[in-house]
């Protein structure tokens, strides 16, 4: 069975920085990509930063230049470090995964889509004040 758990966020000042990180178990990261959505609107999410199927990455205009993504194989770990945090960063932030070789990272989606090869994290409140 494969799980994501997600750990870090909670509050920071806006200009500070906070990083999450999402542990996978059940799956191997040479045949999956991981990354992180946050809600926008109901039960809408858009894309953050993401993992490509040859580990490059993708990050959200919103973000470029502010967070990072990051993998360590080892520990099946995924990291979102967020730098230069702004009060529009506020959001509920998912770690998502699926295999390699099924598409892109779509730039929107539902917040834990019933996809049938999407699994999602439990969710972390992150939240800037200004």
């Known amino acids: 069975e494969v799980q994501l758990v997600q750990s870090g966020g909670g509050s920071a000042p806006a200009g500070g920085s906070l990083m999450l990180t999402c542990t996978a178990s059940?799956?191997?990261?040479?045949?999956?990509?991981l990354s992180w959505f946050r809600q926008i609107s109901g039960n809408g999410c858009e894309l953050v930063s993401g993992?490509?199927?040859?580990?490059?990455?993708v990050s959200g205009d919103s973000v470029k230049g502010r967070f990072t993504i990051s993998q360590d194989n080892a520990k099946n770990t995924v990291y979102l470090q967020m730098n230069s945090l702004k009060s529009e960063d506020t959001s509920v932030y998912y770690c998502?995964?699926?295999?390699?070789?099924?598409?892109?990272?779509?730039?929107?989606?539902?917040?834990?889509?019933?996809?049938?090869?999407?699994?999602w994290g439990q969710g972390t409140q992150v939240t800037v004040s200004s």
């Open positions: 993992l490509t199927d040859k580990d490059t990455t």
């Open positions: 059940g799956l191997s990261f040479a045949d999956f990509k």
């Open positions: 998502a995964a699926k295999p390699k070789n099924t598409g892109g990272w779509p730039p929107k989606t539902t917040c834990k889509n019933s996809v049938s090869y999407y699994h």
